[in-house]
């Protein structure tokens, strides 16, 4: 009985350790949304056995932006060579202009006074004269945790996006610091940069 009660003891004192407003190892590791997400397509190549003569119809299953599977099923019917590999790939991807523009308000989110929200197309920036002490992807669904330093409470608040990249801003405050969750509409890969106002939060 008492090495159980030992033991009850050190589960209790282990998880008290545990900051649940502290990132995971894994979610600290910073702008690595792709560990979450699959890599950007390149190329796919499909070798068909000698014996093919016509391809019937294409099948193409796909992840929705909530996770779900789909199926595209797009009819051929035309003859091929099988010496030659059919290809799957994205030429102009890495070619799509970035949709910015001139960086608009976020009215819901103007009244907090220490740190304000404007976007641009897939860029948000935040104003705000507190530092920047982390960030980090969390998926299902996506979003970026920034946490500021600061120990001066802030009011929890949160609002719903339309119409973006940005779905939903979501602020928090945690005794040392405050953390901003950004929901995305879908996954992207992101990068942030301080600039002189604040900080850039870019979608790619």
Same mark, same amino acid.
């Given at each position: 009985?008492?090495?159980?009660?030992?033991?009850?003891?050190?589960?209790?004192?282990?998880?008290?350790?545990?900051?649940?407003?502290?990132?995971?190892?894994?979610?600290?590791?910073?702008?690595?949304?792709?560990?979450?997400?699959?890599?950007?397509?390149?190329?796919?190549?499909?070798?068909?056995?000698?014996?093919?003569?016509?391809? %019937?119809?294409?099948?193409?299953?796909?992840?929705?932006?909530?996770?779900?599977?789909?199926?595209?099923?797009?009819?051929?019917?035309?003859?091929?060579?099988?010496?030659?590999?059919?290809?799957?790939?994205?030429?102009?991807?890495?070619?799509?202009?970035?949709?910015?523009?001139?960086?608009?308000?976020?009215?819901?989110?103007?009244?907090?006074?220490?740190?304000?929200?404007?976007?641009?197309?897939?860029?948000?920036?935040?104003?705000?004269?507190?530092?920047?002490?982390?960030?980090?992807?969390?998926?299902?669904?996506?979003?970026?945790?920034?946490?500021?330093?600061?120990?001066?409470?802030?009011?929890?608040?949160?609002?719903?996006? %339309?119409? #973006?990249?940005?779905?939903?801003?979501?602020?928090?405050?945690?005794?040392?610091?405050?953390?901003?969750?950004?929901?995305?509409?879908?996954?992207?890969?992101?990068?942030?940069? %301080?600039?002189?106002? #604040?900080?850039?939060? #870019?979608?790619?």
């Amino acid at each position: 009985m008492k090495k159980l009660c030992l033991f009850v003891f050190a589960c209790v004192l282990g998880l008290a350790r545990l900051n649940p407003f502290e990132p995971t190892e894994r979610q600290t590791d910073r702008n690595d949304s792709g560990s979450f997400a699959p890599r950007q397509l390149e190329e796919e190549t499909i070798a068909l056995p000698p014996s093919s003569r016509a391809l %019937k119809e294409i099948q193409i299953t796909h992840q929705e932006n909530d996770g779900s599977l789909s199926t595209i099923n797009r009819k051929v019917d035309k003859s091929i060579d099988w010496r030659a590999p059919l290809r799957i790939d994205q030429p102009n991807a890495e070619k799509l202009p970035r949709q910015t523009g001139a960086f608009l308000p976020i009215d819901e989110l103007e009244d907090i006074g220490r740190i304000r929200f404007f976007t641009a197309g897939d860029a948000m920036k935040f104003q705000t004269k507190d530092e920047l002490i982390r960030s980090f992807f969390l998926p299902r669904p996506s979003r970026i945790a920034l946490d500021f330093n600061s120990s001066v409470p802030l009011t929890p608040t949160a609002a719903t996006l %339309k119409d #973006g990249y940005f779905a939903r801003i979501e602020l928090s405050f945690h005794e040392t610091f405050y953390r901003v969750t950004v929901t995305l509409d879908s996954y992207y890969p992101y990068a942030i940069e %301080k600039v002189s106002e #604040g900080y850039l939060l #870019g979608l790619h």
